[in-house]
């Protein structure tokens, strides 16, 4: 496609409850980004992929949050048992080779625990 | 202490008015970024600079590697600009962008 695609736009998900965000990047770029933005903060890094194998996973919060990349295109975040604080706006973002080459940034997926 | 800061955090200007935006960081980079979010949307990148100074239309980025310092400037100001203008880096030894908290922009007519 023409830029980074996020599946869902918009989540609502009851506490407890497992969640799949999707994020298409821009065809050939090797590297994706997972970052979660809070309301008025800037955004945190959750995990970056360089191919199929996760380079950095320092950001992911606790065990609750994975990220998957089985073909080096699609990712998959998925968090098991939401809590409220969870609640964000997840980015995802690619880039050709590395953030030095500029990262372009799909329009987010806006998660609310409930 | 955050490795990125920007100043002001919130910023209210009349049209045409010149407007600086300042990013200073506390880490070894290997390019600084400035990013634009509207609200409600996603983000997208303005400037990615390493040295000296780049111009795109009415946006002039600085940067300064000795003092770790950049600015954001807009010339001649426009209400279409209200936005949150973001700085990042990407450090040395990894290669994820280090946010700053950004500053919310409003141009009023």
Known sequence: GAGVSQTPSNKVTEKGKYVELRCDPI???TALYWY??????GP???IYFQGTGA????????????AVRPEGSVSTLKIQRTERGDSAVYLCASSPGGAVRGAFFGQGTRLTVV | KNEVEQSP??????????????????????ALHWLQQH?????????MLSSGKKKHG???ATINIQE??????????????SAVYICAVTSYNTDKLIFGTGTRLQVFP
Do not use: M, W
């Open chain 2, 9 to 30: 955090q919130n910023l209210t200007a009349q049209e045409g008015e010149f407007i600086t935006i300042n990013c200073s960081y506390s880490v070894g980079i290997s």
């Open chain 1, 36 to 41: 979660r933005q809070s309301l008025g903060q």
């Open chain 2, 39 to 47: 609200p409600g949307g996603g983000i997208v990148s303005l400037f």
């Open chain 2, 58 to 60: 009415r946006l002039i």
């Open chain 1, 55 to 66: 380079a950095d996973d320092s950001g992911l919060p606790n065990d609750r949050f994975f």
């Open chain 2, 68 to 81: 770790k310092h950049s600015s954001l400037h807009i010339t001649a100001s426009h209400p279409r600009d």
């Open chain 1, 44 to 46: 945190e890094f959750l």
């Open chain 1, 27 to 29: 065809s050939g770029h």
